[in-house]
C-alpha cells in the first residue's frame, strides 16, 4: 500500500523557516521523481519544487533562492527546507511522487506564515 506522509508544517513568523518531511512507503522511492506542491486558499494547486530519481532539481520562481529540496534514498524520505518565509507562502502543501504514469499523493501540512 503506497502511503506518502508529510511532517513538519506549522505556524511561523514572517522571516522564519520551516522544513517539511515527507515519509514515503509501498513503492520504490527511488525510482519516482519527488515533488512539492502549495495550494492556498482560492487558488489552484501550484509545483513549488521537484527533485529527480537522479536528484537533479528545479523551483517555482517565487521559491528559487528561499526553499531547497532534497531526498535520501536510504530513508525514503524528501525534504523541503523552506527559509526567509513570506506570507504569501501560506499554503497546504503536499509531497507528490510520480514515474510515468504513476502519481501519489500525500494528505499535506499546512504552513501558516504570520506576524
Known amino acids: 500500500q503506497v502511503q506518502l506522509v508529510e511532517s513538519g508544517g506549522g505556524l511561523v513568523q514572517p522571516g522564519g523557516s520551516l522544513r517539511l518531511s515527507c515519509a514515503a512507503s509501498?513503492?520504490?522511492?527511488?525510482?519516482?521523481?519527488m515533488n512539492w506542491y502549495r495550494q492556498a486558499p482560492g487558488k489552484e494547486r501550484e509545483l513549488v519544487a521537484t527533485?529527480?530519481?537522479?536528484?537533479?532539481?528545479n523551483y517555482a520562481d517565487s521559491v528559487k533562492g528561499r526553499f531547497i529540496i532534497s531526498r535520501v534514498n536510504a530513508k525514503n524520505t524528501v525534504y523541503l527546507q523552506m527559509n526567509s518565509l513570506k506570507l504569501e507562502d501560506t499554503a497546504m502543501y503536499y509531497c507528490?511522487?510520480?514515474?510515468?504514469?504513476?502519481?501519489?499523493w500525500g494528505q499535506g501540512t499546512q504552513v501558516t506564515v504570520s506576524s
Open positions: 507528490n511522487a510520480q514515474r510515468l504514469i504513476w502519481n501519489y
Open positions: 509501498g513503492f520504490i522511492f527511488s525510482n519516482y521523481a
Open positions: 527533485t529527480s530519481s537522479g536528484g537533479s532539481t
